[in-house]
């Protein structure tokens, strides 16, 4: 019994509590969390039916493909464009939305691809030219309900919000995003992904 009171009267930012087991096949690291018993409750993803999961602020969950402890780092997968159309499976909540109360933002080596974009988007200063990756992304099979739709790629980085991808009806209505993409990369080499970071606990 002291023993549990102990423990829930520590302050929060001790860990006290262990990494929680694996989910699936995939290691859950500290400080990251799936339940009330391991982990940091900050940290908090989901394990749903063996699968480890990131939920949106918007209550939407992408599954996590990879999770680097190391560098504070996972990857979650970009939603898909459903099959024949140019739109995102998220579109009608807006696309992918981190809560800032939480500690993930979206890292700065997301190159992030939007599709079937209104003319206005070519007033923005992202690379819309037929150079773009975006174009290569349409002879992918995935990408191909976005073919010949007006398209552009960005850098994420600093200069932008951290905590969201927006995509909505009459802007662009379809995205994905491609990690620590390299112009010599071929496309079937792509690392496909939203790669987000935490601030490590204190
Ligand atoms: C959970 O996963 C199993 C095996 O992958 C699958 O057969 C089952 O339908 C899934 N259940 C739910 C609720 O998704
Ligand atoms: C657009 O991106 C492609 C691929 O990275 C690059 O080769 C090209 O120079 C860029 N164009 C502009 C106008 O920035
Ligand atoms: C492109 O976006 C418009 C709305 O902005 C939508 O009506 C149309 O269906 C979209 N095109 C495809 C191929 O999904
Ligand atoms: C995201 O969070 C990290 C710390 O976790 C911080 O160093 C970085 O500046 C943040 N990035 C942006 C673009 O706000």
Known sequence: MF???SLLILPSHVPALDACPKCGSMNVPYPLSIGDNCGNPRYRIYCN??????LSAQGLYYRILSINPSAHKLVISPPMIVKNTCCSSDLAL?????????????????????????????LSPLNCSST????????VEEGSGCKGTLCCHFLKDTS??????????GGCTAYTSVVNIKPEDPVDTWNYGIELQWLPPF
């Open 3 to 5: 023993l549990i009171v």
């Open 49 to 54: 039916n063996g699968t480890l999961e990131f």
């Open 94 to 122: 807006g696309g992918l939305r981190l809560d800032e109360n939480l500690p993930f933002n979206i890292s700065t080596r997301n190159t992030v691809m939007l599709f079937n974009c209104s003319d206005n988007i070519l």
């Open 132 to 139: 773009s990756y975006c174009r290569q992304y349409e002879e």
């Open 160 to 169: 932008m919000t951290s905590h969201m991808i927006r995509v909505r009806v």
